[in-house]
């Protein structure tokens, strides 16, 4: 969207602790209107990105931008952005619409403004029942509500949000995350929100940022990060199960490709495609979703293999049930995990000797050396 207002984030940034790179040359911009998630392991430089968007965190190369304009070593209280911390901190001696009311006239809202805004809040937070209380007598949900109420009732250059539903329940982080999405919206300015829940960053991110050891490793629509990660981190860190991945080699017979795992050959059904011309005879790693990967039985697909597995977990959190499996290899000591979402009536128990079926056709292909993807399903 085209509102002139510009992008908010980090331009080439690196951040250093104790000598110790946090962030190296992280380029990380939302556009106006649009919430950039951003996920990664702990540790892996996302409270750091928004400590340096805010101007709490001294950079050691790159620049800061906030709405387009370069901000970078212009003092906090300058930069004109909100952020809601993890971990809230409220006027002790306010009550919660003191609180509010308060964000917002610091920054100019005159009064009656200020008053409309802590009521249009209130209600789509489910805060109004809090409103005369003092902050002392809130569960932490509620003084998080309060937070990102207190965030919302302005109207910054920017909106920096690091876990801010961390403490609520899931009926609360449903409706608070729409809240916090439509606010976004209608200011038109950037917004990074850091979370470790990738559900919630899949829900909520317009683009999502997914960073490791302090570099972006892909920045993607959620959907494309999803169905296309760029290397076996993001394909093994993104999704509620992760990605199973098994050491192969592509093989060629009678002009058709397939992979070898272990003492089975997993056909291709077609030649070797265009983009693993150069692999040929050479180790892969096959990568594939839980969706990906099936049951055998009498039904079963007879284009997919069925592979020897030892079942190591079952957890049935819905309808379907989520198996995690070991692929015995010869060569390899520990086996190779792989993970199937099946229905929730399977007899398969931890500890049985089961055979789950994989199809080539449904499997992601990245190179073991680098962890770079080489190919994906169409």
């Known amino acids: 969207m085209d509102t002139g207002m510009g992008r908010t984030g980090l ?10 790179p946090a962030l190296r040359g992280v380029t990380l911009l939302a556009e106006a209107g649009e919430v950039l998630a951003v996920v990664g392991p702990s540790g892996s430089g996302k409270t750091t ?12 190369v790159g620049r800061v931008l906030v709405a387009g304009r370069d901000v970078t070593g212009i003092p906090v209280s300058q930069r004109d952005v909100s952020m809601v911390f993890r971990s809230t901190t409220l006027v002790p001696f ?7 009311a308060r964000s917002a006239g610091a920054f100019g809202v005159p009064e009656p403004e200020a008053a409309r805004r802590v009521t249009s809040r209130s209600k789509l937070l489910g805060l109004v029942r809090l409103l005369p209380r003092l902050p002392h007598t809130l569960s932490a949900g509620e003084s998080g509500l309060t937070g990102i109420g207190r965030t919302l009732v302005r109207t910054p250059r920017a909106f920096l949000f690091d876990e801010p539903l961390a403490h609520l329940d899931s009926a609360e982080r449903a409706r608070t995350r729409r809240t916090i999405v439509d606010a976004v919206r209608k200011a038109c300015v950037g917004a990074l929100y850091v979370t470790h829940d990738q559900a919630e960053a899949m829900a909520v991110g317009d683009r999502l940022a997914v960073l490791h050891e302090g570099r ?5 629509r959620p959907r494309r990060v999803y169905e296309a990660p760029a290397d076996t981190f993001v394909a093994e860190f993104v ?4 990605m199973g991945l098994l050491p192969a080699r592509l ?10 795992v272990g003492e089975r050959t997993i056909p291709l059904w077609g030649p070797v495609p265009a983009a693993l011309a150069s692999r040929v005879d050479s180790q892969v790693l096959l990568g594939l979703r839980a969706e990906d990967v099936a049951e055998a039985g009498p039904d079963a ?7 020897p597995v030892s079942v190591r977990s079952v957890e049935r959190p819905g309808r379907d049930a989520v198996v995690s499996a070991e692929v015995g290899l010869p060569g390899e000591a520990d086996g190779a995990r792989l993970v199937a979402r099946i229905p929730g009536g399977t007899s398969l128990r931890k500890g049985a000797h089961a055979q789950l079926l994989l199809d080539a056709r449904r499997a992601h292909v990245f190179d073991p050396a680098t962890g770079r993807a080489l190919m994906h399903p169409n």
């Open 11 to 20: 331009v080439d940034v690196t951040v250093t602790y104790g000598g110790e």
């Open 49 to 60: 990105a928004l400590r340096a968007v805010a101007g709490l965190q001294p950079l050691r």
């Open 94 to 100: 306010l009550d919660v619409a003191a609180n509010l």
């Open 216 to 220: 972006i490793r892909q920045i993607d």
């Open 239 to 242: 999704g509620a199960s992760g």
């Open 251 to 260: 093989v060629t017979s009678g002009g058709s490709a397939g992979f070898r």
């Open 301 to 307: 697909d007879p284009a997919a293999v069925a592979v």
